[in-house]
DNA sequence: TATATTTTTGCACCCGTGTGCAAAATCACA
DNA sequence: TGTGATTTTGCACACGGGTGCAAAAATATA
């Protein structure tokens, strides 16, 4: 077979041949490409319409090699079994996108595969990490700041006070505050509080929070129980566990669950292997919103990060060249439904 | 300030340096990282405690800029609200970083924003596309073969027919065969069918076949129901509209889902709002085996696809530099819950 | 030890674009 | 029309590594 290539493939059109196509040189047919660049708009419409017809698009890993500057992000997730990473990958995505940047997205396995990931990452330059997982821990961190050429790593969506990171995140204290004042306010009593893995010091924010916060109103530490991995099916075997055969008198009168992932589950026992009623039996609690919780069938009163907000601010922070403490804590809403 | 260079940003180390501290050339270094290079055991193991100690990783962009072989695809998704999206694209980046492949995740916002998605994924010059959006029309399909330099374009989990695409999906057509055989036998007389959107001939499969498997057993063609998106929410509101104020004789006795997003939306619908039992009163099928079918509270009967499976076979599929007929279905299996 | 064979290493050139500056072109105004 | 101010354009050099081949070194053979 003859060499002839396909022309849809367009493989090799570059600069040079949609300069030499209308006599200018390369560097202007770039500059036409470039926002603010100084060019005159007769040129650049000109150098748009030859590269319209030749096909031309710039090649974003010559243009990242050469600025050092890729405008792309690794987001590291390890958290699949969370509805809500769903929720936030969209968001992220869409609004990173708006502003130009791309994603590339870091299925971390397991613990140890982390800092392979995160070496990985750091193979393709890109700009900054964005960690929406659970299994960063310090050590992963170090190991992320250590070697590597990330010139930002930010956790998003979950507090860290490790000081060469930016935390993006939903003020936990004050969340967790307001959701013990209502479950407080709403005449519960004997609540359980289900937390998630204690893989992470933030991690326990929520947790110590209510905790605190009941015994500075009622003077006594309510129960909590611990679920390995926010998996809605992890939270029905460890519900299942404390509460079946439990006297009535016994039962806790509300779960306030770290998460809607957990919420969902407990739900599910709590209905369907326990039999008994929600909220006339035990209320539940969540923590996200993800969108189940419009469900009927969950009806989730839960807490809802300001997402958007959060992204946006997040590219606020790329795009910022300055040097400071980016760290920040967001108000999110309480969202009331009927299951608490 | 003075010049300082943070240690721990490691911002410039090249092969060059590597070479330099052992005195080795630069194209030794590059051998050392890469498999299969002649070079000897000795050398490499010199070069990599040198790298080791100096911090050195290949640096990705250029070696793509060089060698036209970026070993990144994109991943283009736009249908975030159905729950399978997320057990797919954990599925996809496991298995392909598994593989030494890094995924480019672009959220393709809505019809008109697929083109702009896809030339940006084609300016990253990914080795290639894989589409799991529904979005994608032969339209969106064109451009995307048009003018821009994708290898390969790949359409995951849905059947396609375009010529110059790549479908690796499951067995459309011998999986609703079995749903239907298994519904039938399970003595149902009154099926509904509950479709998604209407955008892409592929969709029309599962439906048809139902329709078509159906009146070939019993003459009749069966009601169906279009939902305009893979989202639980939207299922709730047209089952709502469909089925509310039906006289009892006129209800289905089952509702066959085009995939699990939909059956979930009509099984909270059908016992919260029509206050009807499953499957006493209404039985429920889906597709995909997304984890909420384990939940008690689901329990849907449902069809699996072999993810994994497909997953390592798309390796193949990017991994092969033949140019032969690639698209694959795939055969999955019939998950019975009691939900039918 | 000399020669043939194989393995290992070095190198010229290329991939496609950004940066800062100097040259050229254009414009403003007297 | 001439001069200076301003905009627009061109260019040398750099970014970091891949490719194929030739030179050098190591090994095998006589």
């Known amino acids: 077979m003859p060499d002839v290539r396909r022309p849809n493939l367009a493989s090799n059109i570059t600069a040079d041949d949609v300069a030499e196509a209308i006599g200018v040189s390369r560097w202007t047919v770039n500059r036409a490409f470039k926002k603010d660049a100084s060019i005159s708009p007769k040129t650049r419409s000109k150098v748009m319409e030859a590269a319209n017809k030749l ?3 710039p090649d974003l890993r010559a243009a ?5 500057r890729s405008n792309l992000v690794a987001l590291l997730v390890d958290d699949f079994a969370n509805p809500h990473k769903l929720v936030m990958m969209e968001r992220l995505t869409r609004i990173l996108r708006k502003h130009g940047w791309d994603t590339l997205l870091v299925n971390t396995l397991d613990r140890a ?16 990490a964005i960690l929406i997982g659970i299994q960063f821990d310090d050590e992963v961190l170090e190991t992320a700041l250590h070697a590597r050429r990330f010139h930002k790593l930010i956790i998003f969506a979950r507090t860290s006070r490790h000081p060469n990171t930016i935390s993006i995140a939903v003020d936990d204290a004050s969340a967790m505050q307001e959701i013990t004042g209502y479950v407080a306010e709403h005449g519960y009593r004997r609540p359980l509080f289900l937390a998630g893995p204690r893989t992470y010091s933030a991690h326990l924010l929520r947790k110590e929070t209510f905790l605190g916060c009941w015994e500075a109103r009622f003077g ?18 460890v519900v299942t566990r404390v509460l079946t055969g439990r006297p ?5 009168d509300i779960l306030v669950c770290e998460n809607d992932a957990l919420a969902i589950g407990a739900i599910d026992v709590i209905r369907h292997k326990l039999g008994l009623r929600i909220p006339e039996d035990i209320a539940v609690t969540g923590f996200d919103d993800v969108p189940q919780c419009q469900s009927p069938n969950y009806a989730l009163t839960t807490y809802r990060q300001p997402l958007t907000e959060m992204a946006e601010y997040l590219v606020d922070v790329l795009e910022s060249s300055e040097d400071r403490d980016f760290d920040r804590a967001f108000k999110g809403k309480l969202i009331a439904r009927t299951s608490a």
């Not at 990242?64 to 050092?68: F, T």
């Not at 595969?113 to 900054?128: E, F, M, P, T, W």
């Not at 009535?248 to 806790?252: C, F, H």
């Open 55 to 57: 096909g031309y698009v």
């Open 248 to 252: 009535r008198a016994e039962m806790p």
């Open 64 to 68: 990242a090699l050469a600025s050092d």
């Open 113 to 128: 595969d982390a800092g392979h990931a995160i070496l990985n990452a750091s193979q393709r330059r890109v700009d900054a």
């Open 220 to 237: 006594t530490i309510p129960e909590s129980a611990e679920v390995p991995a926010y998996d809605p099916i992890l939270a029905e075997q």
